[in-house]
């Protein structure tokens, strides 16, 4: 009987401290239906109940919220900014590979060409 009336306590005791940590930790402007400081005293003082009030009643709601001031990830390939870099740096490089290339008329490649 005692380890259940203290297992109990437990129970409610991490219910209260975590649906008061929950609502002292959300944002003032995102609580609903009454001011942030009330949803506290709430759960301190009515213990239960006032916890799953605040679960039902209270809390920020759910859903995407706005991510201002980030960005999305985009991979290498999908972004035309990388891409468009990446041509321009090719383009530049690709006339001096143009001259490197050209087999010299004293190499052997050339020689080959003309024996056969």
Known sequence: ????????????????????????????????????????????????????????????AGGPKPRFGRTKTVAPDDDPTFLRDLSEKLDKEKPQQDKSDEPDEDSGDGASKDKS
């Open 1 to 60: 009987m005692v380890r259940g009336l203290l297992f109990l306590f437990a129970v409610w005791l991490l219910f209260t401290v975590f649906v008061t940590v929950f609502a002292a930790s959300a944002k003032k402007n995102e609580v609903r239906n009454l001011p942030k400081w009330s949803w506290i005293l709430i759960c301190l003082f009515v213990p239960f109940v006032g916890g799953l009030l605040y679960l039902v009643l209270g809390r920020p």
